[in-house]
């Protein structure tokens, strides 16, 4: 009787890999599952299966995850205005660990004995996919042919090629991963600290040149609206919106990080509608919340995605900060206007109900209807009297 195990599986040459290796010779029957974060299309989904079965997996799945991924990961990274060094919206990083819940998912439902995925020994991955399968899944194996055998390109397409197997080995000059968050994009120039990726590199070409003005709408700190158009879910009003902000190559960027094991690593990105909602939101939040709320979410935030990219999305302390963040966002609700212009964007203004710049308060360096000027003169003297009385110490003790 085969031994049960379930591989997290793209299509690509280190999952095609991983089947022929793992049914061929190490006797396993394989259950494919792929994970749909955003980056396939129906088509490509439907050839990816035909391209699994065809390499011997015993059955194959599909898992449509959009919706889940935004609930349970996105929706946090909006709420938080998280962006890894202040440049990157956590595409691929969110992405895998979505992925490996789900697959871990499929794990207990096929009752499996092992899971496997197509990891290298070199990059984020690998952790990510091993930690969340470790806590969901203890005591079930974990094999990663490519990182254990420390295959090389080269080596993997000999192997499959002495199999019979037919597949486009030809590698693409620029290593694209696309999903619902943003896109990431990797080449020769990113290996090097200096280099810039090349107009052609980039997914998504440049087609508009005139500005355009754009209307989001935001209900308790989610997307539902884009201009005059309503969304059922907010998966949908960003891609929606990547539509019409991709073509003018905004949220473009070169993203340099640090990795999980402890080496820099340069990745280029695109990533329009997330990089415009992220902007919007913080700017209607800056209007519609306090001094307070800003700092205290500004700090949990960074924490927030930063251990998001270190892969610990099951530590409860992210729950807890999940709670903040939501409670944060009942007043978050209103327009953002945006222009879009070829390669930048910029926000115009905010309308909203909860707006705390109302003109019935006054007006910011013209007057206020708050308080008066002896109200300010009392408070100036109480604020500020600790510090008033350390000088005056400091400059007893230095005469």
């Known amino acids: 009787m085969s031994k049960k195990i379930v591989l997290g599986f793209?299509?690509?040459?280190?999952?095609?890999?991983?089947?022929?290796?793992?049914?061929?010779?190490?006797?396993?029957?394989?259950?494919?599952?792929?994970?749909?974060?955003?980056?396939?299309?129906?088509?490509?989904?439907?050839?990816?299966?035909?391209?699994?079965?065809?390499?011997?997996?015993?059955?194959?799945?599909?898992?449509?995850?959009?919706?889940?991924?935004?609930?349970?990961?996105?929706?946090?990274?909006?709420?938080?205005?998280c962006l890894k060094n202040n440049t990157y919206p956590l595409s691929v990083s969110a992405e895998r660990l979505s992925q490996a819940l789900h697959i871990a998912e499929h794990v207990k439902k096929m009752g499996a004995a092992a899971v496997a995925h197509g990891s290298t020994g070199a990059g984020n991955d690998q952790v990510r996919f091993d930690m969340v399968f470790n806590i969901m899944i203890p005591g079930v194996e974990i094999i990663t042919p490519i990182r254990d055998l420390k295959l090389s390109r080269e080596a993997e397409i000999a192997y499959l090629k002495n199999k019979g197997v037919a597949m486009n080995f030809e590698k693409a000059v620029y290593s694209i991963n696309k999903g619902l968050w943003g896109t990431s994009v990797g080449g020769k120039e990113t290996l090097n600290s200096k280099g810039i990726l090349p107009e052609e590199a980039w997914p998504t070409q440049v087609t508009k040149t005139n500005a355009e003005e754009v209307v989001l709408q935001f209900e308790t700190g989610e997307l539902v609206g884009v201009n005059d158009k309503k969304f059922t879910h907010p998966s949908e009003a960003i891609q929606y919106l990547q539509t019409i902000a991709g073509p003018f190559g905004v949220g473009r960027d070169i993203h340099v990080g640090d990795t999980i094991i402890g080496i820099k690593g340069r990745v280029g990105f695109e990533a329009a509608a997330p990089m415009v909602i992220l902007k919007a939101h913080h700017a209607l939040e800056k209007h519609v919340l306090t001094k307070w709320q800003l700092q205290w979410k500004d700090q949990l935030s960074q924490f927030y995605g930063n251990w998001m990219h270190e892969g610990q999305i099951m530590d409860p302390v992210m729950r807890d900060i999940e709670a903040f963040l939501t409670n944060s966002q009942q007043n978050v609700s209103g327009k953002v206007f945006v222009q879009l212009l070829p390669y930048r964007f910029q926000v115009m203004g905010i309308e909203s109900t909860y707006d705390l710049m109302s003109s019935k308060f006054g007006k910011y360096g013209e007057m206020n209807s708050g308080f008066t000027g002896d109200d300010v003169r009392g408070f100036s003297r109480i604020f500020g009297n600790q510090v008033g009385i350390w000088n005056a110490v400091k400059k007893e003790n230095e005469q």
């Not at 490509?44 to 609930?71: M, Q, R």
């Open 10 to 81: 793209s299509g690509g040459l280190d999952t095609s890999y991983c089947v022929k290796y793992l049914t061929e010779e190490k006797g396993y029957e394989v259950h494919s599952v792929i994970v749909n974060t955003g980056g396939f299309s129906a088509a490509e989904l439907v050839a990816i299966e035909a391209h699994a079965y065809k390499l011997g997996v015993k059955t194959h799945t599909t898992v449509d995850a959009v919706k889940s991924y935004y609930d349970s990961i996105i929706k946090y990274l909006i709420f938080g205005n």
